[in-house]
């Protein structure tokens, strides 16, 4: 079983939709939990990190469940712009992050 | 320009050849990592350095492959005798670790192509 998984998508979703994108990981130890935007062709960046009280930017949100392993990724009113893939990463101390396959996001007009 | 730097952009070589890498991280951070992606995947984790040390290998990481990071600034990661199923993109980032919680910063890449 991969430590990291997501739905690869593609999810397809007009401007101005609200998108959710959620993600599982195998390993109860993890103790730090990241969203990762990779451009076509770029380097992956960081979006934000997730918390467990939950955590807000912008028109984006992030929800840690520690109980089911369970991250999710919360995109309101979604701009072209937000088209990407988005990469749910699961971190253990003394460990390296582990990166999960990703899920591609299209915004169309 | 302060972020991770990785050279070179682009590599083509023929099977067999061997191929070396190098990443310049962001100069206060004291970890390093090594990842490689392929298409439609989620970057897969080879290797990372705390300082000079190596802390752990992936088993992604076969014999052929070996890095090193001599002074504890930049790194080589050097593939020797290379496959066609080595053909991908090698992502180095870094990081500060003991200030807050940990955030990896990533190079651009290097694109290796075998033949």
Redesign the interface.
Known sequence: RKEVEQDPGPFNVPEGATVAFNCTYSNSASQSFFWYRQDCRKEPKLLMSVYSSGNEDGRFTAQLNRASQYISLLIRDSKLSDSATYLCVAYQAGTALIFGKGTTLSVSS | DTGVSQNPRHKITKRGQNVTFRCDPISEHNRL?W?RQTL??????LT?FQNEAQL?K?RLLSDRFSAERPKGSFSTLEIQRTEQGDSAMY?CASSLVGQG?????????TQLSVL
């Open positions: 990592y990842y439609g995947q989620g970057p897969e984790f990372y752990e992936s992502l919680q940990e955030k990896l910063f990533f190079g651009s890449g």
